[in-house]
């Protein structure tokens, strides 16, 4: 997202979260799955970890996806950089969220 400068749940090229996942070996023999994930960048003082999951708990969408109780994996990932002109320095978060059954 930073190098590309787009910020969204789908990249430029159409793909998303579950496109994303397929190209690993997660969902090998998965029978039911679900996946999730939560997005955020800040620049400056708002860029910290802290910063972004309070964001994130208190928008109820992402809270949601924190505290979703089917939830068995999780991941994030952190890239320095914002991914809009506009955003100055910062970070660029990404957590995603699975389950696979069966």
């Known amino acids: 997202m930073v190098d590309k400068r ?7 090229d159409g793909r998303g979260v579950r496109d ?10 998965a029978r039911q799955i679900g996946l999730g994930e939560n ?13 972004l999951v309070q964001g994130w708990m208190n928008s109820p969408g992402h809270r949601q996806n924190i505290l979703r109780t089917e939830w ?5 990932g952190v890239v320095l950089g914002a991914p809009r002109e506009e ?7 990404v957590q995603m969220f699975g389950y696979r059954r069966g």
């Open 87 to 93: 955003g100055g320095g910062g970070a660029t978060y």
């Open 6 to 12: 787009y910020f969204a749940h789908t990249g430029p």
């Open 39 to 51: 997005l955020g960048w800040a620049s400056e003082r708002g860029a910290t970890p802290l910063r």
């Open 20 to 29: 994303w996942v397929d190209e690993t070996d997660y969902l090998d023999g």
């Open 72 to 76: 068995v994996d999780s991941g994030i």
